[in-house]
């Protein structure tokens, strides 16, 4: 389908058209595109494609083969300079705010230390009565929806090790605190794709939460979580999972990876 470019708006139209090439050449999926086809699909003259095209080449944002035109590495560049000033915290934050039902929750940001998960954020909705778990405050993992997901997303090896020799202390009368238990609700979690902390923590509280791979190499996986009291949403029995999970799946994405637009 041709992608008409229309400039007439833009305070400088040639970063206007050169904004279209490259939206076209991203959706070519790879393939190189030769400047007839490119001209095509802009709708401008091949003579000014061209010389786009050689504009482009210059600030290696685009790269010539014997077949057309592909993107260039210096979008990686790029990218990777925009990724590095991601706040995934104040993200976090905003993607709350707008999430239809977490909006009305508590959701926390947690990782994974040891056998313990530490929290780094936490979002307080509407809800009149404020949970534990401050920003700061560690929880044995195996009680915690966030470090059931971040357990669950480890190598089986890396966990034994670390589980190994290690008592599961129960926090309430609900938590697991056998090793082939916590395995096996490992397994679900791994199945279902979100972890559940059934009044496991603390008496009347039930946690979903969902694991966010990091949107840097050199970031570990994290996990995102909300978290009400039962009488808000009459127990466990009764929360709407999926609604609940649907609106962190929307937060981690826009967490997870920053080029994506949210929703």
Do not use: W
Request: glycine share 8%.
């Amino acid at each position: 389908m041709s992608e008409q470019v229309n400039s007439q708006g833009s305070p400088v139209p040639a970063v206007a058209r050169a904004a279209a090439l490259l939206d076209v050449l991203a959706a070519a999926g790879g393939a190189p595109l030769s400047v007839s086809e490119l001209a095509r699909q802009l709708g401008l003259p091949k003579s000014s494609t061209a010389n786009l095209c050689l504009a482009l080449e210059s600030e290696r944002l685009v790269v010539r083969g014997d077949t057309g035109y592909t993107l260039g590495r210096r979008l990686v560049e790029l990218g990777g300079a925009y990724l590095s000033t991601v706040d995934q915290v104040r993200e976090f934050y905003a993607a709350c705010k707008r999430a239809p039902l977490i909006s009305r929750l508590t959701a926390r940001v947690a990782v994974l230390e040891g056998l313990d998960v530490l929290y780094l954020a936490r979002y307080d909705g509407a809800q009149p009565i404020r949970l534990t778990a401050n920003i700061g405050d560690r929880f044995p993992a195996h009680c915690t929806a966030t470090g059931k997901v971040l357990m669950a997303a480890m190598p089986p090896a890396a966990l034994d090790e670390r589980l190994r020799g290690r008592t599961l202390a129960a926090l309430t009368e609900r938590s697991i605190t056998d090793h082939a238990q916590l395995r096996a609700e490992l397994d679900r979690v791994r199945e279902l794709g979100y972890g559940l902390d059934d009044e496991e923590t603390t008496p009347g509280v039930v946690c979903v939460a969902i694991a966010v791979p990091g949107a840097r190499t050199d970031s570990d996986t994290f996990a995102i979580s909300a978290t009400t009291v039962t009488a808000g949403l009459g127990g466990a029995d009764s929360v709407d999972l999926e609604a609940v999970r649907a609106d962190l799946e929307v937060i981690a994405q826009s967490l997870g990876n920053p080029l994506v637009v949210a929703r």
